[in-house]
């Protein structure tokens, strides 16, 4: 009867025991395996927690002892970097004046004075400023493109755009004073030339680039930034060779005038026709400019004349006078043939004169001087056919042109401004000189030396 009771009995009865579920088997596996894992985590965690606590008390410990207060970054030094920044240069160094371009290889680096370079120490205000020690300076060759606009940069970029000579080629720089010592904050480069073009580079430019080695041995020495200048090309030796001349000279060979190639057509062809200086190229413009553009061919382009003619203008023509002599006349030439005075039958006759006389009687003199150059007689700065007061205002003259431009010369007379016409420089030496040999070329002497245009 208690057993039926058990199991027939009113649930909702207060005494009667409910009956309990069985976990399943997966369940038991579960938490065993949960168990054991925290068992070993613990077991394996244990040895390391063991370890930094003693070292963290060691350390502390050692620190009392030696009465080093701990900071907090000091306690836990795995648990934060430190990044120091560069230190700013608060100095750098300077190259006082820019280089004489173009560069070529095996030529010497100089100034655009034409001096050795200087390098000077400055400030953050680029004020010059020294140091009580000696530093030592390099010269080396960085990259055209850099600094890429910034004004400061650290050493590593620097060094990284350093460049250095290419495979099988001798050092980028050739010189005595590669490095110098500054003392005073000022130095001087000596003997540097580049020995390759820049050419082979990205930028086709190189920079020169000074840089400290070396200082004083001290505990915190200054932070010194680089120079650099700025960027130029470096073109080979033999382009030296077919440069042209601004000014050029009487002498210079033809080909130094702008637009007239070495060895090109134009040259070939002033060559075949016996026009081999810019003095054969000026003569032969004064007495048949037509002649001398026809031999020039439709290759020449007007354009390429105005060039090739003005650049040829502003030759330095010097003072030296050519004599010719006729059954009844004397003529004297400049240096590229041009009748500055004349004498006929005894009567001497000036440039201004000449316009009143007949004109192809004259020209026709002019060609024929010109046909028999080679034969007429150098005078060397001195003009005969002058009266003694004359002579005395020339010698003024010879010597107020060999301390002047003959261009600045006819521009403070009033005879050519400053981009003169073809027709103006063909009269304008002929109107100078007769100007100063003349009563207006005492007045024009004076009034210039009042200015004080004369030494």
């Known amino acids: 009867m208690a057993a039926k009771r058990f199991f027939d009995g009113d649930e909702d009865q207060p005494n009667q025991k409910r009956i309990k579920i069985r976990p399943s088997f997966a369940s038991v596996i579960k ?97 010059p400023t020294s140091l009580p020690h000696a530093i030592k300076v390099e010269i080396v060759v960085v990259d055209g493109d850099f600094p890429a606009g910034k004004d400061a940069w650290s050493a590593d970029e620097f060094a990284r755009n350093i460049v250095k000579e290419r495979n099988g080629k001798r050092p980028l720089l050739a010189g005595d004073q590669l490095s110098i010592t500054m003392r005073d904050g000022v130095c001087f480069v000596g003997d540097v030339e580049f020995t390759d073009n820049s050419s082979w580079i990205r930028s086709r430019k190189f920079r020169l680039a000074a840089r400290v080695v070396a200082q004083h041995a001290q505990a915190h020495p200054p932070v010194i930034q680089e120079a650099v200048t700025d960027p130029f090309v470096v073109k080979d030796h033999r382009g030296e060779l077919y440069k042209k001349h601004h000014p050029p000279a009487l002498e210079d060979e033809v080909w130094r005038l702008e637009k007239i190639g070495k060895g090109g057509a134009f040259h070939q062809k002033l060559s075949a026709q016996g026009i081999n200086t810019v003095q054969d190229f000026l003569k032969l413009y004064v007495v048949d400019s037509p002649k001398l553009k ?9 354009k390429m004349w105005d060039v090739t003619l003005k650049h040829a203008k502003n030759c330095v023509m010097g003072t030296k006078m050519y004599r010719c002599h006729g059954n009844n006349y004397t003529l004297i030439f400049n240096p590229i043939c041009q009748l500055i005075k004349a004498e006929f039958n005894g009567s001497v006759y000036h440039q201004r004169d000449f ?41 003024q003259l010879v010597a107020y042109l060999s301390d002047s431009s003959l261009s600045s010369v006819m521009q403070n007379s009033g005879v050519v401004d400053g981009d003169y016409s073809d027709n103006q420089w063909g009269l304008a030496y002929n109107t100078t000189i007769n100007s100063c040999t003349s009563k207006t070329g005492l007045s024009f002497l004076s009034e210039s030396s009042s200015e004080g245009d004369i030494p």
């Not at 004046?97 to 034409?114: E, H, R, Y």
């Not at 026809?294 to 007007?302: A, D, Q, Y």
């Not at 004109?359 to 024929?368: F, P």
Request: proline fraction near 7%; charged fraction near 20%.
């Open 31 to 127: 938490e065993v395996v949960m168990v054991n894992f925290f068992e070993n985590f613990c077991s394996a965690l244990e040895p390391m927690l063991r370890r930094v606590v003693s070292e963290e008390v060691e350390n502390g410990l050692k620190q009392r002892c030696m009465g080093l207060g701990p900071t907090p970054m000091q306690r836990s030094p795995s648990l934060k970097m430190i990044r120091h920044a560069p230190p700013t240069a608060s100095l750098r160094l300077a190259f006082v004046k820019t280089l004489t371009l173009p560069i070529f290889t095996g030529t010497k680096i100089v100034d655009a004075d034409g001096g050795p370079l200087q390098i000077v120490l400055v400030d953050h205000d680029k004020v």
């Open 294 to 302: 026809k031999i020039l061919g439709v290759g020449m382009s007007e």
């Open 355 to 395: 316009k009143n006389m007949q004109m192809a009687y004259i020209e026709s003199l002019v060609k024929d001087a010109y046909a028999k150059w080679s034969s007429l007689e150098e005078l060397d700065g001195t003009i005969p056919l002058l009266t003694p007061g004359e002579m005395v205002e020339q010698q």
